[in-house]
């Protein structure tokens, strides 16, 4: 800013996340952002929590007779599916309302302790409710991948999503009392 001139008013950029409804067309495909590195923490709290007993995700010694892992700790599927779908919400659900259905989950490779995983979900369709005005339902695909490139898990998905006209998860940050 130069002396003696008057400061502009500063850009406000309001919080803003996730897409509606009219946001999406069939056959785009979003590759999520985010990786994540899967820990042995992660893979064991994950199944202890869940109440899983496969000793293959967290015992070693055990782990090593299992001719599919090759002696190493396989990750938890259910945590697989959890974090790729976590992976997923920033771009497909992080407006929605309501899961509507999962078909065809497909485990289909190993995932091991130290695997990064990402997420790459395509858009098979959208329309508008007919219960629901303001509201629609956008059906994806979406895929998780290993470091290598290697798919590990698939699905198709439904979710209930907003429009933008519906103003639902808009405008929600609070006003200033400054």
């Known amino acids: 800013m130069n002396e003696g001139t008057a400061p502009q008013a500063a850009t406000v950029h ?4 996730g897409r509606f409804l009219d946001d999406f067309t069939p056959g785009d495909v979003y590759q999520h952002p985010f990786g994540r590195t899967i820990s042995e923490a992660d893979s064991t709290w994950f199944t202890l929590l869940t109440c899983n007993t496969n000793q293959n995700h967290f015992n070693k010694h055990l782990a090593q007779t299992n001719p599919v892992s090759e002696g190493r700790l396989i990750v938890n599927s259910g945590l697989t599916v959890a974090l790729v779908l976590g992976l997923s919400v920033i771009d497909m659900s992080q407006n929605a309302v309501a899961n509507l259905g999962w078909t065809d989950i497909r485990l289909t490779h190993p995932v091991y302790v130290g695997d990064t995983i990402y997420a790459e979900s395509t858009v098979l369709g959208v329309r508008e409710s007919a219960s629901r005005p303001g509201f629609g339902i956008l059906t ?39």
């Open 140 to 178: 994806m695909r979406t895929r998780g991948l290993n470091q290598d490139g290697v798919d590990v898990v698939t699905w198709e998905r439904s979710v209930l999503v907003p429009t933008k006209a519906s103003g639902i998860g808009q405008d929600y940050f609070p006003t200033s009392s400054r």
């Open 14 to 17: 309001p919080a803003v996340l």
